[in-house]
């Protein structure tokens, strides 16, 4: 068979099988007596071959390499070749992502794209500062896709870069709850309560129910940070867990000053102060739990804790007995 009809059959250009030829990977078996190539039916087979492996991304001399040695052992090409193709389809879907975000900015123009891609640059940059600085310009400048500051803000260490991207990220103008509620599935607790923090910081509408799925996660500062933002919202059902909190010395001045906004309502105070010296009376308490809860009584108002302050005064506990009083002295002033 001659070149032409070769490279009809194959699919292969006449000039691109001559290049295999150069390259010593077929060689046709014979010429006519004009002088042109004549392929046997075993070249063409060595073509289609060389097509199959190419179409696999090896290159033209991993595929003599693979087709001539006799110890080949395809085992750790195929492996190579699985890896370059994950670094390639995920250098792709970062450029797409990108793409993407850039679109969703909607840029009236060169100019905007610039932009949009520099504050996309800086929120990836290694450098806190940088990090803040995009956050903190999202708002005024280009803006910043929705998408792109919930990654972000999931993915933050820094807590003052963390606390400037979640501004930007209420500033948005955008609903991110439904993102930041994938971030609640993760299998990492940390990211899980970056999510609670930045759900706390969104208006109401559509977080308080992914804030309530929270209070269940297996994660304990997780739930906490999920009853801060409830209870500063007013609800009273997380009494209990900000109660744990305060036990547990974990966020336990904010757990103690949310505790103290919700006894504005005289009926709550008293189930406050009920829960407060619930966990006072038991036995088991340490000294330092015992004192941490007889401080947070400082803000709740009512004739329970006035009376208990007064009892707690003369606490065997000395640390308890003098935080009492000095509460009590200060209840006088007010």
């Known amino acids: 068979m001659l070149i032409g009809d070769v490279a009809r059959r194959a699919g292969v250009s006449a000039r691109m099988l001559r290049h295999y030829e ?13 002088g042109y190539r004549e392929y046997s039916g075993e070249d063409i087979r060595r073509i289609f ?4 492996l190419r179409s696999l991304g090896l290159s033209l001399r991993e595929v003599g390499r693979a087709l001539d040695d006799p110890g080949f052992a395809p085992a750790e ?6 890896r370059q193709t994950r670094e390639r389809l995920a250098a792709e879907t970062e450029l797409l992502t990108r793409l993407r ?4 900015a909607e840029p009236a123009g060169w100019e905007d794209v610039l932009q949009t891609v520099a504050l996309l640059q800086a929120l990836g940059s290694k450098s806190a500062g940088a990090r803040q600085r995009a956050a903190l310009s999202a708002a005024d400048e280009v803006p910043v896709p929705v998408e792109a500051l919930v990654e972000a803000v999931l993915d933050e260490s820094d807590p003052n870069v963390a606390g400037a991207l979640r501004w930007a990220l209420a500033q948005s103008g955008e609903d991110g709850a439904a993102l930041l509620a994938e971030g609640l599935g993760s299998p990492s607790a940390e990211v899980r309560k970056r999510a609670v923090q930045s759900l706390a910081e969104l208006p109401d509408e559509g977080t308080a129910v992914l804030l309530r799925d929270a209070l269940t996660d297996s994660d304990a500062v997780v739930r906490g940070y999920a009853a ?7 609800a009273v059902d997380v009494v209990p867990t900000l109660i744990d909190m305060i036990v547990e010395e974990r966020n336990d001045v904010d757990a103690a000053d949310v505790l103290g906004a919700l006894a504005g309502d005289p009926a709550v105070a008293d189930r406050i102060a009920t829960g407060l010296l619930g966990r006072l009376a038991h036995d ?3 000294s330092s739990a015992r004192r941490r ?3 947070a009584l400082a803000d709740i108002p009512g004739d329970l804790t006035a009376g208990a302050l007064v009892e707690l005064s003369h606490d065997e506990d000395r640390a308890v007995a003098l935080t009492a009083t000095y509460i009590l002295k200060l209840r006088e002033t007010r």
Not at 22 to 33: A, E
Not at 49 to 52: A, Q, Y
Not at 101 to 104: E, F, K, L, T, V
């Open 77 to 82: 090409l195929v492996d190579g070749l699985i």
């Open 228 to 234: 801060l933002a409830l209870g500063a919202r007013g």
């Open 22 to 34: 150069s390259l010593g990977l077929v060689r046709p078996t014979g010429r006519t007596d004009s």
């Open 293 to 295: 809860l007889t401080q």
């Open 49 to 52: 071959h060389i097509e199959s």
């Open 284 to 286: 088991t308490m340490g």
């Open 101 to 104: 975000r850039i679109d969703a």
